[in-house]
């Protein structure tokens, strides 16, 4: 009989930070104005354009904590959630967090935004200082983690040479990944325009995690009407054609040091778009028996609702990662399922093992 | 025992249009031929290219693609244009299909954003479709096409279409910027459902900013814009109360394959269980819904995962593409993925309900 243990530490690949007030504290006018964004906006003295509309502001219309929206500039944008959950009243709490974590025998947690799962803005110098104000709030919980929190460095993806900055902050500053929605604007993921951000990110070994969300307002407003379970269709189906993109582009080959992840939204929605491409095949390609996953460098969260162990025999062992959603949800669902599937045999402990700790290790370059 | 294959089309041709009606010719669809080059061709609408064409491929290109795939999809133009019947009729002898249920081409992109326009094409789509499947023993079935922009009209196409045998209705998992679930449509649940015909829900698009976004670099163009809507809207309408407020309305998803359905009911579930409600047994028959099969689905799993009762199968006859599959109902029939009694609801008794024919 082999014996199981579900007793190893784990690395959950996917949790949040949700942005309060506090976040935008960190939001620095004067050095905003410094952003290339701006600059080539507005040069010399026609700089300092920004004012504090500009900075995310909590819309209540309904006075109910569940229908608030932030309010950047005149518009409504982002993502908002609570950041309190049952019995957990502030996700943002470093101790309440850690002692989390250390109940469900997590060891490391990395935390993505919140607000950036949707456009903040489609303008550039008002999108760079609020990716700044996230990225400052962020390295600052997180280095008072004493290592346990590492985070995802989200960029300004309308001015690219701020977006360069930020990934080489965020480098120097623990963030051990780039975060890109599966749409911007009315940009797709293979567009040339989002190059640079691959190549700075293969170059720092910083991997690119694409994170369940839509950065296009029209299409988010579009499949939300008349939709009750809306976020479906409006983010996950968006990281289901994500990967259909790094799946059939040349991207993973013309930046082959690029590790990509897909999270947020579980695993079992590759399976449509890995049928999709088998199907394009020519019939004697040698690519019909290969592991599309581990020939493009590509990795995957597994959700509690996923048939773990049809997952690991469709895409394989080695390129399943754990991610809680904490912060979002309260985070146990997926570890309870992945346990589930240890203990009913449909994993070995081998597979368990790459899944929450080995994998999460090499996807995010983690070296300690 | 007579099979019925789920989703087939016909191709227009400007033939087509000639089945407009008094001022409505000045609306028709135009060729527009910039490369001169029959496989680079669009369609041309009210000033601007819509619609789908798909490209015309000659027969060896044709069978040169069924080499390289290891699939079947040759037939004739005519065939696929419904000009020469005998051809269409005797490839679905030869691949095992008794009835074809045949959806459009063009309309699964948006062919017009003015409601007359929309409604003459309709209206010449219908009558020509209507005019071949006459003409066919009673093997095709045509679903009717609707101008999704004039409710009424859209109400007088699908009587018209019943009159002439029509068993489903033409749907796209995204209209003209509205999802399945938007009242909008309820006129029409009410009318098929009273008509008994099914809503066929087949791969497009209507909402052309939307589709042309999602393809402008897109390599694999139609991934993201047509197919992988189809999850959505199948979620979307999991979650409403359609099914309530309809409860004799079928639903047919097609061409879409069945990979994604465990991964739509899954994560449903998932919901349902957040938010306390029970997890119906089994959701699919119990809201009158059928999922067309690929013949490189994972059938075990799905068969599994699903069930067996809300699955029917397409050969995409027409089309030269990632679904066509002239031989599908052969390979299934005869390979050994499931058994002789799922072969038989997959390709009779189910598509028999789904259709009502």
């Known amino acids: 009989m082999t014996t199981t243990s579900s007793a190893t530490l784990a690395i959950d690949a996917d949790a949040h930070l949700v942005e309060t007030a506090e976040t935008w504290e960190h939001y620095d006018l004067s050095s905003m104005r410094q952003s290339k964004a701006e600059q080539a906006l507005f040069p010399g003295d026609l700089g300092g354009q920004l004012d504090n509309t500009v900075i995310p502001a909590v819309a209540d219309p309904y006075g109910d904590p569940s229908g608030e929206r932030w309010f950047i500039a005149g518009m409504v944008r982002g993502k908002r959630m609570p950041s309190s959950l049952p019995g957990i009243p502030n996700v943002n709490d470093i101790e309440t967090r850690l002692s989390w974590m250390s109940q469900q025998g997590i060891s490391v947690q990395v935390v993505y935004p919140t607000i950036f799962m949707e456009q903040v803005s489609n303008r550039p110098h008002i999108e760079v200082p609020i990716v700044w104000a996230y990225i400052s709030w962020a390295a600052q919980i997180c280095k008072a983690s004493e290592g346990r929190l590492r985070w995802i460095c989200p960029v300004s993806v309308l001015s690219i040479p701020d977006a360069l900055e930020q990934i080489r902050f965020g480098k120097e500053n623990g963030a051990c990944g780039v975060l890109l929605a599966p749409i911007h604007g009315d940009m797709l993921l293979e567009e040339a325009h989002f190059f640079p951000i691959y190549e700075e990110a293969a170059r720092l070994g910083m991997p690119i995690c694409i994170h369940a969300g839509n950065a296009n307002p029209a299409m988010t407003e579009l499949l939300g009407q008349d939709n009750p379970g809306a976020s479906f269709w409006q983010y996950k189906i968006s990281i289901t054609a994500a990967f259909q993109t790094f799946l059939t582009s040349g991207i993973p080959h013309q930046f082959p040091g690029l590790r990509t992840g897909f999270f947020g939204a579980g695993a079992q929605g590759l399976i449509y778009p890995l049928g999709e491409w088998s199907r394009r095949l020519r019939a004697d390609s040698p690519e019909k028996d290969s592991n599309p996953m581990e020939g493009r460098n590509l990795w995957v969260t597994l959700a509690g609702h996923d048939d773990i162990g049809y997952m690991v025999k469709r895409l394989g062992s080695d390129h399943l990662l754990l991610g809680t959603e904490f912060g979002h949800t309260n985070g146990e669902s997926a570890l309870r399922a992945l346990r589930k599937a240890l203990a009913d045999g449909e994993i070995t402990q081998e597979t368990y093992e790459k899944i929450v700790w080995h994998n999460p290790r090499a996807f995010y370059g983690f070296e300690d | ?357």
């Not at chain 2, 992109?109 to 066919?136: G, K």
């Not at chain 2, 023993?137 to 045998?165: N, V, W």
């Not at chain 2, 006129?187 to 909402?207: D, F, K, Q, V």
């Not at chain 2, 402008?216 to 979620?235: D, L, T, Y």
Request: glycine share 6%; hydrophobic share 40%; aromatic share 10%.
């Open chain 2, 1 to 357: 025992m007579a099979t019925i294959d789920a989703d087939t089309h016909f191709v227009e041709s400007l033939r087509t249009w000639e089945y407009m009606e008094g001022d409505d010719k000045k609306l028709r669809p135009v060729i527009l031929d910039p490369f001169k080059d029959p496989k680079k061709q669009a369609w041309y609408i009210d000033g601007q290219v819509r619609g789908n064409k798909v490209p015309a491929l000659e027969l060896k290109e044709q069978q040169a693609f069924d080499d390289t795939v290891d699939r079947t999809t040759l037939t004739s133009e005519e065939a696929k244009q419904g000009a020469d019947l005998g051809t269409r009729l005797r490839q679905m002898d030869e691949y095992g299909v008794d009835f074809q249920v045949v959806y459009p081409t063009i309309f699964l992109m948006q062919v017009a954003e003015r409601p007359a326009t929309e409604v003459a094409i309709c209206w010449a789509y219908n009558r020509w479709a209507a005019d071949i499947c006459d003409r066919s023993e009673g093997r095709l079935k045509y679903a009717a096409t609707l101008s999704m922009l004039s409710i009424p009209d859209a109400l007088d196409q699908m009587r018209f279409s019943k009159q002439h045998g029509s068993p489903a209705i033409f749907f796209r998992p995204i209209e003209v910027n509205r999802l399945p679930t938007d009242p909008y449509f309820y006129p029409i649940y009410e009318e098929a459902a009273r008509l008994n015909m099914s809503i066929g829900m087949h791969i497009g698009n209507a909402t052309g900013w939307m589709a042309n976004m999602l393809q402008q670099s897109n390599i694999v163009r139609n991934f993201w814009s047509i197919k992988a809507c189809m999850a959505g809207a199948v979620h979307a309408l999991l979650n409403s109360d359609i099914h309530e407020r309809f409860p004799t309305l079928r639903f047919g998803f097609l061409e879409a394959t069945a990979g994604w359905l465990p991964y739509v009911l899954r994560e449903w579930y998932s919901r349902l269980e957040d938010e306390g409600k029970p997890r119906p047994e089994n959701p699919l028959v119990e809201r009158n819904m059928w999922v067309a099969l690929q013949s490189n689905d994972d059938m075990a799993y799905l068969l599994k995962e699903v069930g067996e009762d809300c699955f029917v199968m397409g050969t995409d006859y027409g089309h030269n593409d990632t679904q066509a599959e002239l031989d599908a109902f052969l390979r299934l029939r005869d390979g050994d993925a499931i058994t002789e009694e799922q072969y038989r609801k997959i390709t009779v008794d189910n598509p028999k309900v789904l259709y009502a024919l």
